[in-house]
């Protein structure tokens, strides 16, 4: 945890191979769907109706980070423009090639 602490300022400076060897056990369309139900689960937050018994600090707390989530826009272009981070959906023997190495990296620690 703590390389992965002192890592966080140096991303932007990483490759992307480096970045998932960080954060390994997360493919691109498994954040991309995280991105995806976060959102809703903040919108749901903001709804009485849905969830009744949500104290109002938390309702606007959830109003506060939905303000600046990215809208379904800078979605698609997180998709576009970072394929190795964000995807709608990857090609099956792809993503089982891709599960096989994170597993592999994950035994050896490499």
């Known amino acids: 945890m703590i390389q992965k602490e002192q890592n966080l300022d140096t ?32 919108e749901e937050l903001l709804n009485s109706q849905k969830t009744p018994r949500v104290p109002k600090i938390i309702r606007q707390r959830a109003h506060g980070l939905l303000r600046h989530w990215p809208d379904n826009f800078h979605l698609e272009m997180m998709t576009e423009t970072m394929p190795h981070h964000f995807a709608k959906q990857m090609e099956p023997l792809y993503k089982m090639v891709k599960q096989y190495d994170m597993e592999k990296t994950d035994e050896t620690g490499t």
Do not use: G, H, W
């Not at 056990?25 to 991309?32: I, K, N, S």
């Open 11 to 42: 991303n932007a400076q990483l490759s992307p191979m480096a970045i998932n060897r960080i954060y390994p056990m997360t493919l691109p369309d498994e954040r991309y769907r995280s991105l995806v139900q976060t959102k809703k689960f903040l």
